[in-house]
């Protein structure tokens, strides 16, 4: 397999050298035994070599001399980067990377094949040893990204952060705030993807580079919890437990970042015995946090709503089913596995708390409906049609009606049929049979005119008659003849046409 892709990485840098070396990530792996998927490699050519000129379209443009090519081996992609020396020589080169296990290299004979190491930071005994180090503390400095990376293997291969390397991150870990936001993101995606994510997190804020990376998390770092629920650890603990827990319930990327953050507004609305509303405020912070580290919109947003369902009664199968048609069947699972993780978390033996009872009996009611197609009868049933044929004009006021029909439903999934639609729009927006047709107790009339503005309807009946009530669903206000006129004169510009 080597020998195949250092035939094709010859092909691809098709020039006359003698020797090339592979750094980084593939020297490491193949120590390890892992695969790996990029390949990058170091021509012995200063950076305006014929080679960098010629393939300068296909260069990164935030790193000078790079060249990104493809590779196939035996129907296998790699990625493959290929740059000139940074420094004078190799070893120099490699002296001036984040990691000494990044800092290995197979120098490889273009004629022979044959393979040559170099290891002068002494990479292999630190893979031997499952140590992170960093060879000088000047790497750091120079590239503050790599303190965050260095955290990032940690996640990943869940090796120790050598004593030195972890010193000299405490002391420039300001100088992260001078990383561009784009690698902010991509260096968190891989950590909160690795397997030790919740280490390498605890050991982030230990040096403090959590705080200064993200200044919200700080107070979450030093508030112990004060409710009966919890047991005094803090925030921080908490929620690295929860992430723990989406960790071995293998939930994708968006739980959990949302672990980590979901409880990031306790310490700001504890009132001494409450946290109200913690998860509200807790979306508004986060999605400033995550667009300020460059996430991409759907990503926050998938977050948002995570962190928004978290907290919900458990008694109640109308809250079940609102989640579920507004997040769909296999968001509504992973939402399950999410809300598990957050209460076991808090207590290890809440799968023997009624309270657990209660939210298994309202999962399993969901699912049986689900079952049975409640949801597409729903969808199908409930929508902008049904308002059209009764004689609505679509606008404004149809969310207000859909959105009471759905929660009806919600709470009575059983009566879910057009008949009892429409007898549920007929007593509450007070009509027989289409919408011009006004009946109120014993008063009949025919509607000649309806504004809407917020959830109150202001309108005109043929008899003139004033008249004033109000539905499940909104305000009525009907006005003298004269008095509409007058009305409409003034706030028409400000409402839209109900009817």
């Known amino acids: 397999m080597m020998e195949q892709i250092i035939n094709e990485i010859i092909k691809a840098i098709n020039c006359k050298i003698n020797h090339f070396y592979i750094v980084g990530g593939m020297p490491r792996d193949l120590i ?127 090796f120790d952060i050598d004593t030195y390397t972890a010193i000299s991150i405490s002391k420039h870990h300001a100088k992260i705030n001078d990383a561009p936001k784009e690698m902010l993101y991509e260096e968190l995606s891989k950590l909160f993807s690795g397997t030790y994510c919740v280490k390498a997190f605890r050991n982030m804020a230990t040096s403090g580079l ?70 509200t405020k807790g979306v508004k912070v986060t999605k400033n946090i995550l667009s300020r580290m460059r996430f991409p919109n759907d990503f926050i947003n998938n977050v948002s709503r995570i962190i928004d369902y978290h907290m919900m009664a458990f008694n109640s199968h109308k809250k079940f089913f609102e989640m579920r048609y507004n997040i769909g069947e296999d968001k509504f699972k992973d939402q399950i596995q999410f809300i598990e993780a957050d209460k076991m978390a808090t207590n290890q033996f809440w799968n023997q708390t009624q309270a657990f009872q209660d939210f298994v009996m309202n999962v399993n009611i969901v699912t049986r409906y689900d079952d049975c197609g409640f949801f597409e009868r729903l969808e199908k049933l409930v929508n902008g049609k049904i308002l059209l044929k009764i004689g609505l004009k679509s606008g404004p006021g149809f969310q207000n009606c859909l959105d009471y029909l759905k929660k009806y439903f919600f709470k009575k999934p059983d009566r879910l049929s057009e008949r009892n639609i429409i007898k549920l729009l007929e007593q509450n927006l007070f009509f027989i049979g289409h919408y011009s047709h006004f009946k109120h107790g014993i008063l009949q009339s025919k509607r000649i005119r309806e504004y809407i503005k917020g959830q109150v309807i202001y309108g005109l009946l043929e008899e003139g008659v004033e008249l004033s009530f109000k539905s499940g669903i909104f305000y009525f206000n009907y006005f003298s003849k004269g008095e509409f006129i007058s009305w409409e004169k003034e706030n028409r510009k400000y409402c839209c046409l109900f009817y």
């Open 32 to 158: 390890l035994k892992k695969e790996s998927n990029d390949v990058d490699i170091i021509l012995p050519v200063p950076r305006d070599h014929p080679f960098f000129t010629i393939n300068k379209k296909r260069q990164i443009k935030k790193s000078i001399g790079t060249v990104l090519k493809k590779i196939i081996v035996n129907g296998k992609s790699f990625k493959c980067e290929i740059n000139p020396l940074q420094k004078e020589d190799i070893e120099k080169d490699l002296e001036s990377r984040d990691l000494t296990i990044n800092s290995i290299a197979y120098k490889v004979d273009i004629m022979s094949k044959k393979l040559e190491i170099f290891d002068p930071c002494g990479g292999i005994n630190d893979l031997i040893n499952h140590k992170l180090r960093c060879y000088q503390e000047n790497n750091l400095a120079e590239d503050p990204i790599r303190m965050l990376r260095i955290y990032r293997f940690q996640s990943l291969l869940n």
């Open 210 to 279: 959590l705080s200064e990376m993200i200044p919200e998390m700080d107070p979450v770092i030093n508030f112990l919890h004060q409710d009966p629920y919890h047991h005094h650890e803090s925030v921080f603990e908490h929620s690295l437990q929860v992430l723990e827990n989406c960790v071995q319930k293998n939930l994708s990327l968006e739980y959990r970042v949302a672990a980590f953050f979901h409880d990031i507004s306790k310490p700001s609305v504890f009132d001494g015995k409450h946290y109200i509303k913690h998860e």
